[in-house]
T-cell receptor
């Protein structure tokens, strides 16, 4: 069965810390995505990667960066965490045959709290 | 402005009953529309996807319809089960020169009770 695995389900960090969220997929997908999900708002795309070392900004990239050193792994980095980055973060992937922004498989999310 | 609006925001029904969730969108130009189911504490799972030429798509007890003229979609759940309790999210993809973009609805929270 296909799987997108996010390293932590829950994470608590302090303001100003550098935070790493990790995501691994086992489907050999070229495309990977990071979203955040907040109550009353739809999922919003932070960053998108269509190949190793390739990335594109999504709708809300400010305060975030990403790393894709290996095909199966896509990391989201909060350079200096702030309280307004408290949210649910979802990783997703899709195959290159649909090189677009339609994720096929989602991870179960990381609920991040910044204190 | 590209928007996806879902109604109702929340819904409670008795097990075994049917229900219909609505999705209205202003996204243009339209590429496709997808319904996701998101269980509490889990990631979204795709239920159906419909392109412009498709007006109905089924997945078990889930049936989605699309009226591209009125820009409306519905998700009908037949003979509901407790496991149908979840958030249902409508997502519309639009064509852009720089790669297609998605607009997500905020979801309908469904609770199925005994």
């Amino acid at each position: 069965d296909v799987k997108v695995t996010q390293s932590s389900r829950y994470l608590v960090k302090r303001t100003g810390e550098k935070v790493f969220l990790e995501c691994v997929q086992d489907m050999d997908h070229e495309n990977m995505f990071w979203y955040r999900q907040d109550p009353g708002l739809g999922l919003r795309l932070i960053y998108f990667s269509y190949d190793v070392k390739m990335k594109e900004k999504g709708d809300i990239p400010e305060g975030y960066s990403v790393s894709r050193e290996k095909k199966e792994r896509f990391s989201l980095i909060l350079e200096s965490a702030s309280t307004n980055q408290t949210s649910m973060y979802l990783c997703a992937s899709s195959s290159a045959s649909r090189r677009d922004r339609q994720p096929q498989h989602f991870g179960d999310g990381t609920r991040l709290s910044i204190l | 402005k590209n928007q996806v609006e879902q109604s109702p925001q929340s819904l409670i029904i008795l097990e075994g009953k049917n229900c219909t969730l609505q999705c209205n969108y202003t996204v243009s130009p339209f590429s496709n529309l997808r319904w996701y189911k998101q269980d509490t504490g889990r990631g979204p799972v795709s239920l159906t996807i419909m392109t412009f030429s498709e007006n109905t798509k089924s997945n078990g007890r889930y049936t989605a319809t699309l009226d591209a003229d009125t820009k409306q979609s519905s998700l009908h759940i037949t003979a509901s089960q407790l496991s149908d309790s979840a958030s249902y999210i409508c997502v519309v993809e639009r064509l852009t020169g720089g790669g297609n973009k998605l607009t997500f609805g905020t979801g309908t929270q469904l609770k199925v009770e005994l």
